[in-house]
C-alpha cells in the first residue's frame, strides 16, 4: 500500500541523487544538502529541526504507536572523482565517493512514501539526515546539540549502507557488523641535537621506532587468540635532515576493536607501553596522547535484527537477503540509537550492477574489478539500488508501525 | 717584511668583512661574493680564472720556488640573523652564520699582502675562494670543472676556520681532526593496504621501525670500542593518516666517522642490515640508496702540522697556539689537497671576545653563552679575528715559501 | 538393547580405571596398558592387532554394513600425582594426569557391550589404543607401521576426551575444536668473542632478540584480524656468562592455528624473518629449523558431528549436549581418519562432579577451583564420568551401525 | 748492586715456576700457593701475614725512606691445559693460563734481591700475593680483611702482568691502561601461562627481547662518540619448553668502561632502560638487579708512570720499553692502592718467544698464531721472562727506594 506509489516518485528522487552527486560536500559543510533536505521534508509534512549544524530531522506524527527513526548520512569526501559519469562532481576534489548521496536521496524518497500512505501504519517516523560520518563527528554533534531532547525517542532506529555488492541484495547480520576504530595521535619528546652528537639528545627516532615494535605485541601477545583487534601506525613522522636529531616524533595510530573489552584493554596497552618507552629513553616530557575521528561499534540488535530481515525476506524474496560478514569498515551511526537507549540495526545495500558483478566472482576478481566505496571510481548503478534502498527503509519501518494492522 | 703593512690594509679588510656579512649568499649562489673576489684579485696583480661555477682561483707566480694554496670557503647559511649588528644580513632568511665571510676577508688581505711583499719569498702563492661548503658539493665542483689542470699543483694547501674560542688564539693538530660525514637517504618499500587490514599490506613502518633499530647495533657491536662512529637516523618519515597503511619510509641517515676502514665498515653494515630487514619484511622492492652531502675526513699531515704550528708559535707566541681537538664537524676543504695528492693542515682561528671568553671559561658556560657556527647569534668579533685571519695565513704561506731566504 | 547390560558391566570398567591410573606409562612405554588391552578384547571376540608398537586395534565384523572406528589414546604424562586418591599412581613421577586411562576404559567398556549387544546392529567395530599422543608421535606411528592396510577402511571414526565440565554433560562442535600445533627449535649462528670485544663477534643474542620482536609481527601484521594464530617463543636460550659473547643461541617456538592456510602462511613467515635477520646480523651460517612434537588440526566433519549430536540429545536428553568452544589444546587423533581420508568427530565429556561445578560457576571460580588437565590435583570423578563415557561410544557407534534396523 | 746476585738465584725461581704451573689453585683455594710463598718470604727475613684468607703479605722494614708495595696475584683458572709443556698442569681442568705463576715466581725472586742486598736501599718494601683476581674478589677480601691497617702505608704502588708481547719488552703507560669491568644478573618477571594463551600471560621473552635492543642505545645513543664503552649481554636465558610461556628472563650482562663518569652513565642508564621496558610489558614484579665479578677501573699515575718508565729505559734501554696501549682486559689491583689512597703503576711483560712473535708480526698473524691469556695453549717462555719480571719489580722499587743514595 505504501509502496505502490513508488514508481511515480523514482524520477524526482533520481534527479535529487544526481543533483546531490553533482554538488558533494565535505564533513561539517553539508549546507547546501541539509538545505535541500530541509525543503523536501517541509513539503512532505514533516515537521522539521536542524540539529547539530548541518544535521536535519524531519519527524511525522501519525497516531498512536510505537516510533522509528531511519538515519541517512550526507557528507561527501575530498577524493577527485574518476568516474566519467554524467553527473560526475563538479566540485575540484570531493566526490561521494562512499555513496551517502545514495542514502539522503532513497530516505527522501522513503520519507515521502511514509507521509503519502500514512493510512496504512500509525506511530511516529523520524528521518535523520546526519552529516560529518566520515570523520566521525556528525552524530556525536547532533547527540550534543540536544537530539534526544528535541525528537520523539524511537523505540527502534534503522540505517543503511551501498556496498560493492549485487544491486538488488541486501545483507544483515545480528550482532558486531561494523568495528569501533579509534585514530590516536601520538607525540613523544626527546631532546634534539646535532647529528654528530648523540650523547646531547634523547634521540625521538629510536623512541618511536622501540614503541612501534612494542605496539605490536598488543595484538601478538595481549589479545585472546582469534579476538578481533587491530593496531596500526599508519604515519610515523620524525626529523626533516639526516644531521639534526629531531626533539619529537609523531604517531598516528589507528585502533580496531570489535568488542568494547577488547578495545579498553588495547587502549589502555597503548599507553602503558608509550610511557614505558618514553621512561626507558629518558623521555624529558610526557607524551601526548589525542584521540580524533572516533567510531564506536556498530552492533546489531538480534530481536531487530531478525524481524527486519524477516520483513525483507518476505518483501524481496529469500533469496534477494544475506547474511552480511563482518565489516572492517566502521560507522557512527549508532551514537544515535545508543543516546536514547534503543536497539537498532543497519544493514548493507547492494550497489553494483548485477551482471558485471556475477562475472567477477565468476572470476575472482571482485576486489580489483568493482571500485570500492572511497574509490575515485566508485559508482553504484541507480537502478534499481535507489529503489530497492527507499523499499528497504520502508519495508522495515512497517515491520513496527503497520504491525496488527 | 711581508706583515709590515697590514695594519694599513686592516681599513678596507674590515670594509670587505662587513659587505660581505650584509651580502650572504647561499651554496651554489655566490655570484656576488666571487665578483667582489675576482676584482680585487685582479687588482692586486693575481692571474684570475673562475672554476666550478662560483668557484675563482688567484695565481700570483713568484720566481722559483715552492707552490702554497690557501682556500676560503664563500658561503652563507639559510639563517635568519639574530645578533642585532650594524652590518647584520640584508638578505632575509641568509647569514653568514658559520663565519665564511671572515674566511674570505682575510685570504683577501694576505693575498694583497702576498702580492705586496713579494720580495720577500719566491715560488707561487695560490688563494682559491670555493663556494658551498655547507652542502658539501663546492670543492668536488671545482675539482670536477679540472682545478688540477688549470692552477699550479701545490706543495702543500691550507685553511682555516673560525671557531668559538678566544679571538687572538690559533688552534692545530696533527692527524684528524673532522670527522668524514655521509648522508644518506633510505626508501624502503612495503605494500599499502586500508589500516583495518594489515594482512593485505606490507607495513614499511614496522620495517622501518626494525632498522633503527637494528641501526644501533652497528655503533654498539660493530664498531670497535673507542672508536669513533656516529650512525644518526635523523628524520625518518612514512605515511600522513592513521588509517591508511602506506607504501614506503623514508630514513634520512646521517654518518660521522674519523678513520676510512671504519667508514666502509659501517656503510657496508647499514646496506646490510637494511637489505636483511627489507627481506625479514617481504619487501614487494629492493631498498634504494642515494647518498648526497657527503664529506670526506680531514686528516692533517703531521710534518705540515708541526711545520705550521712551529711558524705560528715563533710569530704569535707559544701561548696563542693550543691543541685542537676532534670536532664532530665535517668540511670539504680536504677534496682540494686531495685532488692534487698534496698535504694539508687545516687550523682553528678563535673569533670570540677573549674577556668574554675567559669568563664563560670560568663559569663553566662557554656552550651556553658563546653563540656557535650556525647559530642566529654567531658573531665572531672583528678585531684582533680578521687581523690574526689575514696574519695566519701570510706565516703559514711564509713558512714554505720564504725558507731559506 | 546394546546399552542394556551396562549396569552390569560397570564393575570390572571401575577396575580397569583403577588398576590403569596407579599404572600410568609415558608415551611410547605403554606396555603394559597394551597386554592389558590385548587381553580384554581378545576375550570380548575381537580379531586384535599390534600397530606402531605399543598400539592396539580390535577389529569386530558383524554382517554386511557400515563401518565404525573408535579410538582412544593410552599414554601418561611425567606429572608426580598430588590428588591424595586411594588408585593414586603408584609410578614416581608418572601421572594420569591428562584422563586417557578414562578414554581407555570406556572404550573397553564399549567394546565389550558392542559384543555382546552384536544382534542390535551390523557392519565392523573397529577400537583402535593409541599411544604417545602427548608427544604428537603416536597417530603417527601407528599410520606409518601400517595402520590403513591392517583393518578395515571405517565410514566414520570417533574419539573423546575428559575435560572439566561437568560429568553427565557432553559437547560436540562442528568445523574446528582444537588446533594444529607445531614446536620449532630454531638454531641461529653468531661468531663468539671476548664479551669486551664486540667488534670481533657476530652476537647471537641481539639476532635472537631481535627475531623475537619481528615474530610478533606475524600475528600482528600478517594474520588477518579475528582469524586465530599464536606464535609463542617459549623458551630463548644463549650464552652462560655475561663476558663471553656466545657462538649461537636457541629459539624454542609454538604455533597454534585453527586453518590450514594461516598455518602455511605462519610457517613460511617464520623462516622468512630468521633469514631475513641473520643476514642482517652477518650471521656466519645458514639458521637451523627443526620441527618437533606436531599435532594436526581437529576439524569435525559437520555431518558427523550433526548426526552425533542429534543421537545424544535422543539418548541423554539434549539438556546434557552443549556446544563445544574452540579449545587452545592439540590432539593428534585427526591423523588417523585423515590417513583413511574418511570424516570424523572428536566430543568432550564431563568429568567434574557437577554440584562442584556448578557451585564454582556461581562463584566465577571455575578456573580457580577446579584442577584442569595436566595439573597434579586433576581428578575426574568416576562415577558418572565413566558411564557415560562407555554409553557416548556405544550411541555415537550405533548411530551408524543400527541405522534402519 | 742489587740485581747483582740475579743469575745465582734464576735456578730456584725457575723450579718455584714450574712447581706453581703444575700445581695450579683455583680463586679463592689458593692454600697451597699461599703456603709456599709464606715460607719463601720467611726464609728471606719478611714479616709476614696472611690477609684476606689465602693473601699473603711480606714486609720488609730498612730503615728510613719511602715505602714501596709491590703485588702478584696467585690464582688459576677453569682450563684444561693443551701446551704439552714438561710442566704442565697436573690437576684437571685447573691451568695457570693467565701467568699469575709467572707474577708470583718474579715477585718472589725480587723480594730475596732486595732482602739480600738492602745496604743498597732504604725505607720498608711491602710484597703483596694476593688471591682471586680472576674473579675480582681477591683485593677486596684483603682490604676487606684491614690491609691498611696490618701493613705500612706505601707511598706507591707496582703490579705486572704477563702479557702476548715479546720477552724482554715491557710496556707501560700513564692513565687509564685496563677497563672497569662490572657483571651484572638481571631478572625480569612476566607472568606464565600456556604457549597457546598468550593473553594469559605477560611474555618475559617478548621483554627481555625488547631489553637487549634496548640497551644496544646506551653505547649507540648516549655515549660520547669515541668514548669507551661495551654493554655486552652475554647470556639471555629464559624458558625451557616450546608451549610453556615462561615467567621470569635472565640476562648476564657485561660493561666495560675506562672513564668513572661514563661508567656511572652507562650503569642508570641500564638500569633506566629495564625498568622501562618491565613498566612497558606490564611486568608484575620489579626487576632484580645482582652486581658480581666487578673490576676498577686501572689507571696508572703520570708521575709513577713516568718515573718508572725512564727507570726502566735506562736499565733495560729504551728500545726495550714501548708504550702500553689501552687494554679491553680488566684487574683488580688497583684496590689495593686505592685502599691506601696512593699513586700506583701497572706494566705488561713481555711472555712471547721474540724470533716466534717477530715472524707472526711480519705474518700479521699475531692474534692468530700466538695464545692469549685464557687459552689453553698459554705458554710464556721462561727466559728472559722470568729474570725481567724480576729485574722490572726491583727496578721499580729501587727509584722509589735507591733515590739519592
Known amino acids: 500500500m505504501v509502496l505502490a506509489g513508488l514508481d511515480a516518485e523514482l524520477g524526482w528522487i533520481r534527479d535529487v541523487y544526481s543533483d546531490l552527486h553533482r554538488h558533494p560536500?565535505?564533513?561539517?559543510?553539508?549546507?547546501?544538502?541539509?538545505?535541500l533536505v530541509e525543503e523536501r521534508l517541509a513539503a512532505f509534512g514533516y515537521s522539521v529541526t536542524r540539529i547539530g549544524g548541518t544535521g536535519v530531522v524531519g519527524v511525522l506524527e501519525n497516531g498512536r504507536g510505537r516510533a522509528v527513526l531511519a538515519r541517512a548520512d550526507t557528507d561527501a569526501l575530498p577524493v577527485a572523482e574518476a568516474t566519467g559519469l554524467p553527473y560526475a562532481s563538479e566540485v575540484d576534489g570531493v566526490m561521494h565517493a562512499c555513496g551517502h548521496d545514495m542514502h539522503v536521496s532513497a530516505?527522501?524518497?522513503?520519507?515521502?512514501?511514509?507521509?503519502?500512505?500514512r493510512n496504512a501504519w500509525s506511530g511516529s517516523y523520524t528521518v535523520l539526515f546526519q552529516p560529518a560520518e566520515e570523520v566521525g563527528a556528525g552524530?556525536?554533534?547532533?547527540?550534543?546539540?540536544?537530539?534526544?531532547?528535541?525528537?520523539p525517542r524511537p523505540d527502534v532506529a534503522f540505517a543503511q549502507h551501498v556496498m560493492p555488492i549485487a544491486?538488488?541484495?541486501?545483507?544483515?547480520?545480528?550482532?558486531?557488523?561494523?568495528s569501533a576504530a579509534d585514530s590516536l595521535r601520538i607525540t613523544v619528546y626527546g631532546k634534539g641535537a646535532h647529528g654528530s652528537m648523540p650523547h646531547m639528545s634523547v634521540d625521538p627516532v629510536v623512541l618511536a621506532a622501540s614503541i612501534v615494535l612494542r605496539l605490536q605485541t598488543i595484538v601478538?601477545?595481549?589479545?585472546?587468540?582469534?579476538?578481533?583487534?587491530v593496531v596500526t601506525v599508519g604515519a610515523l613522522n620524525a626529523g626533516t635532515t639526516s644531521n639534526i636529531i629531531p626533539d619529537r616524533a609523531r604517531l598516528l595510530v589507528n585502533i580496531r576493536t570489535y568488542d568494547n573489552d577488547v578495545r579498553a584493554t588495547v587502549l589502555a596497552a597503548i599507553e602503558r607501553i608509550v610511557r614505558g618507552e618514553c621512561f626507558s629513553a629518558g623521555s624529558p616530557r610526557e607524551p601526548d596522547f589525542e584521540f580524533y575521528d572516533q567510531f564506536p561499534l556498530t552492533n546489531n540488535d538480534p530481536a531487530v535484527t531478525d524481524k527486519?530481515?524477516?520483513a525483507f525476506a518476505a518483501h524481496f524474496g529469500s533469496g534477494a537477503v544475506v547474511r552480511a560478514s563482518r565489516q572492517t569498515a566502521s560507522e557512527d551511526f549508532s551514537r544515535i540509537p545508543d543516546a536514547f537507549g534503543v536497539p537498532?540495526?543497519?544493514?548493507?545495500?547492494?550497489?553494483?550492477?548485477?551482471?558485471?558483478?556475477?562475472?567477477?566472482?565468476a572470476k575472482g576478481t571482485v576486489a580489483k574489478d568493482i571500485p570500492a566505496n572511497h574509490s575515485p571510481y566508485f559508482a553504484p548503478v541507480i537502478d534499481p539500488t535507489l529503489s530497492i534502498g527507499v523499499q528497504a527503509h520502508v519495508v522495515a519501518a512497517l515491520s513496527y508501525l503497520a504491525e496488527g494492522r
Chains 1, 2, 3, 4 share one sequence.
Open 25 to 35: 560536500e565535505l564533513s561539517l559543510q553539508e549546507s547546501r544538502t541539509s538545505k
Open 344 to 361: 537498532y540495526t543497519f544493514w548493507l545495500l547492494g550497489g553494483v550492477d548485477p551482471a558485471l558483478y556475477k562475472a567477477a566472482l
Open 107 to 117: 530516505l527522501l524518497g522513503a520519507a515521502k512514501l511514509m507521509a503519502h500512505g
Open 220 to 229: 601478538s601477545r595481549e589479545t585472546k587468540p582469534g579476538d578481533f583487534a
Open 139 to 151: 552524530s556525536k554533534a547532533m547527540v550534543d546539540d540536544g537530539l534526544v531532547a528535541k525528537v
Open 167 to 178: 544491486a538488488g541484495m541486501l545483507a544483515t547480520t545480528a550482532g558486531p557488523v561494523l
Open 308 to 310: 527486519v530481515t524477516a
